[in-house]
């Protein structure tokens, strides 16, 4: 209780000097558009719109678990079966993680591919939109390069728990603008 009084104090000085109260304010910009320049940097690199992505079911398990944070890149190697990619699918928002089963080319040139969950009995034609057998490069979003195990579990419990999500920005932007200069 003693803390929260402290706090109170602080705050209430910080908006009685408004040239500090913009300082800090300014610093918490700086941080957010910082994390959006490296975002947008790692988009480029790895050329993918989604450059991290984490698993949220149990269908690729025991590859992946649910909350495990998948590395992905675009690059120009050929895709081949045994993969793990992750896409989109049209009328879908959240995309999926699964492992390619088959890879083929067609007459046109352009590469068909059919996916499958790890811990699924049959494969993704299911999901896929209607009346569609295969899935194509516009569909990807990238080729799995790497992992963190269950480090992406933060991320669903912050979707699972919206409240969470508030508490947390609220909390995190309370600090930085009560941040103490030693």
Known sequence: MEELKQYYKELKALVAKPRQ????????ACIVFSMLMLWRGLMLYTNSESPVVVVLSG???PGFQ?????FLTMSEEPLVAGDV???KVDGRDIPIVHRIISAHEDLKGEVNLLTKGDNNPID??????RRQLWLNKQHLMGRAVGFLPYVGMVTIWLNDYPWLKFALVGAMGFFVLLGRDS
């Open 21 to 28: 109260f913009i300082q800090q304010v300014l610093a918490l």
């Open 59 to 61: 269908s690729m398990e």
């Open 66 to 70: 649910r909350g495990d944070i998948l």
């Open 85 to 87: 990619v992750v896409f």
């Open 124 to 129: 993704d034609r299911g999901l896929y939109a």
